[in-house]
Nanobody, 122 residues
Framework: QVQLVESGGGLVQAGGSLRLSCAAS????????MGWFRQAPGKEREFVAS??????YYADSVKGRFTISRDNAKNTIYLQMNSLQPEDTAVYYC?????????????????WGQGTQVTVSS
């Protein structure tokens, strides 16, 4: 079992930055694929970024602006978000998968955090 707790969300003006954190429980953290998804009101949950065995993957909408990273010593992953835009407003969720899946289908991910709200004002 893996428990995930996100933090770092908030309100920021367009063009600003935020860094989200996701603290994970479990001794096998380093072997899991980790990812970030987001869900805006009235929309489906969408893939943002993921990492697996040192490789990183990004949605086209965030490529060049967001960076995913992990610190295995702290059992934590991060999402550095720069040049934020109002369309980035959503609840951001951390996800973990023990089968090395790192793709964009939310149903394939095993564990989820409770989410953290990111609001970007224009």
């Amino acid at each position: 079992q893996v428990q995930l707790v996100e933090s770092g969300g908030g309100l920021v003006q367009a063009g600003g930055s935020l860094r989200l954190s996701c603290a994970a429980s479990g001794r096998t953290f380093s072997s899991y694929s980790m990812g970030w998804f987001r869900q805006a009101p009235g929309k489906e949950r969408e893939f943002v970024a993921s990492l697996r065995r040192g490789a990183t993957y990004y949605a086209d909408s965030v490529k060049g602006r967001f960076t995913i990273s992990r610190d295995n010593a702290k059992n934590t992953i991060y999402l550095q978000m720069n040049s934020l835009q109002p369309e980035d407003t959503a609840v951001y969720y951390c996800a973990a998968d023990g089968s090395y899946y790192a793709g964009g289908d939310p149903s394939r991910w095993d564990y989820w955090g409770q989410g953290t709200q990111v609001t970007v004002s224009s």
